[in-house]
């Protein structure tokens, strides 16, 4: 099970206090057949690879385990995308070049592995983290619309840009992803 949390930092700031970040006490299991509501205890660390717009690096992400039945969770910081090894930066770096500005999927890649100096980002990344995210609309639409955000028409072509716009300005980045993640219990762009 994964939860996640805002750390009011950014990635490289993470990266380098390590396993000295400030981890907050959870308090009630993420399982919905668990009633613990009892804090959980800290169980340990693993490290999970993250990739930027300019580098790369390892971050240690603490795991919590509850003692009435015996599973753990995990707390990723918000700049993180469960299951996704792109930052939430990146990730939201490249659906803009790719919806606001209409680049095409092979330049924005290469502008990414030109940055990172990394050659791993392809137009199939690209396309994927599109259909994704159309995939998901009535579930993002939802989310905005429980904080009293009215995003444009999902059948609109405007829906994305307005989205993104949105995801900036009413919250930054880490703060959205940490809220969507604790609205539908899972990722923006992870599969329904």
């Known amino acids: 099970m994964v939860k996640t949390h805002h750390f009011q930092v950014t990635v490289q700031e993470y990266y380098a206090r390590g396993k000295d970040n400030l981890f907050p006490d959870l308090y009630g299991c993420p399982n919905v057949l668990c009633h613990n509501e009892g804090r959980l205890r800290k169980h340990g660390f693993y490290s ?3 990739l930027t717009l300019f580098d790369s690096c390892i971050i240690f992400i603490q795991r919590y385990y509850c ?8 707390l990723l910081p918000s700049f993180v995308s469960p299951r996704f090894q792109y930052s939430l ?3 939201f770096y490249v659906l803009g ?8 999927l092979a330049g924005i ?3 990414v592995n030109l940055c990172s100096k990394r050659s791993e980002m392809s137009h199939q990344h690209l396309s994927f983290y599109r259909k994704r995210l159309f995939t998901n609309k009535a ?5 905005f619309g429980s904080k009293g955000i009215v995003l444009a028409e999902p059948s609109s072509p405007l829906w994305a840009q307005d989205f993104i716009n949105q995801a900036y300005q009413a919250f930054g980045l880490p703060d959205f992803n940490a809220k969507y993640f604790s609205f539908q219990a899972r990722g923006f762009l992870s599969k329904c």
Do not use: D, V, W, Y
Request: glycine fraction near 6%; charge should be positive.
């Open 67 to 74: 003692p009435a039945c015996k599973k753990t969770t995990s």
């Open 139 to 143: 579930l993002i639409t939802g989310f």
């Open 109 to 111: 890649a290469e502008r």
């Open 48 to 50: 999970r690879n993250i």
């Open 89 to 91: 930066g990146c990730i």
């Open 97 to 104: 070049q790719l919806i606001i500005h209409n680049l095409p």
